[in-house]
């Protein structure tokens, strides 16, 4: 079936710009996960949402980060007046959430984002 | 806090060795380790899963063991082939929390 799917692959923007990604998750699956990867690193968690609500943002840097899953499927991340530091990979995953916590993460490709 | 740590940071091997990745992680409150591949420009691929209560799973040339109480976990590659090459990514889960914490990952190399 499909995968995890994120949009776009790639967003080049300017400094003070707004962005969104976009995350489209396993169908079915209730979990949903952002994380950030910049070059050589691990992935840094951003936020999780389990159905429409975020269960934990304690991963967002900053006011300028917020994201949503208003009906419990796709998510959106959204970044205001992007920064140069913000350049990284933008990842997102799904599992089959509450009550399935051994469930492993399914992760899509990512979103390369760059702020010049 | 939560710190996972990968060693070495990079591998690289001639084909057909067996080798061991390293993961260390200082909280042993775990729910669970997974253990990731990641290819050049992609995401990550779940590789095993092991929950706190077991000690080891196996799949296929890949083995992972789990030591909770000295915050470690091993990733045995069987003969190693050159299709293995890229970055292998542990990441543990604590108890009530969703979240995963990563190391920075092993980027490892096999040559023909």
């Known amino acids: 079936g499909a995968g995890v799917s994120q949009t776009p692959s790639n967003k080049v923007t300017e400094k003070g710009k707004y962005v969104e990604l976009r995350c489209d998750p396993i169908s079915g699956h209730t979990a949903l996960y952002w994380y950030r990867q910049s070059l050589g690193q691990g992935p840094e968690f951003l936020i999780y949402f389990q159905g429409t609500g975020a269960a934990d943002d304690s991963g967002l840097p900053n006011d300028r980060f917020f994201a949503v899953r208003p009906e419990g499927s796709v998510s959106t991340l959204k970044i205001q007046r992007t920064e140069r530091g913000d350049s990284a990979v933008y990842l997102c995953?799904?599992?089959?959430?509450?009550?399935?916590?051994?469930?492993?993460?399914?992760f899509g490709n990512g979103t390369r984002l760059t702020v010049t | 806090k939560q710190e996972v740590t990968q060693i070495p940071a990079a591998l690289s091997v001639p084909e057909g060795e067996n080798l061991v990745l390293n993961c260390s992680f200082t909280d042993s409150a775990i729910y669970n380790l997974q253990w990731f591949r990641q290819d050049p420009g992609k995401g990550l691929t779940s590789l095993l899963l092991?929950?706190?209560?077991?000690r080891e799973q196996t799949s296929g040339r890949l083995n992972a063991s789990l030591d909770k109480s000295s915050g470690r976990s091993t990733l045995y590659i069987a003969a190693s082939q050159p299709g293995d090459s890229a970055t292998y990514l542990c990441?543990?889960?604590?108890?009530?929390?969703?979240?995963?914490?990563f190391g920075q990952g092993t980027t490892l190399q096999v040559k023909p």
């Open positions: 995953a799904s599992s089959p959430g509450q009550g399935r916590n051994n469930s492993p993460l399914h």
């Open positions: 092991i929950q706190s209560s077991q």
């Open positions: 990441a543990v889960r604590r108890y009530n929390t969703g979240k995963l914490i």
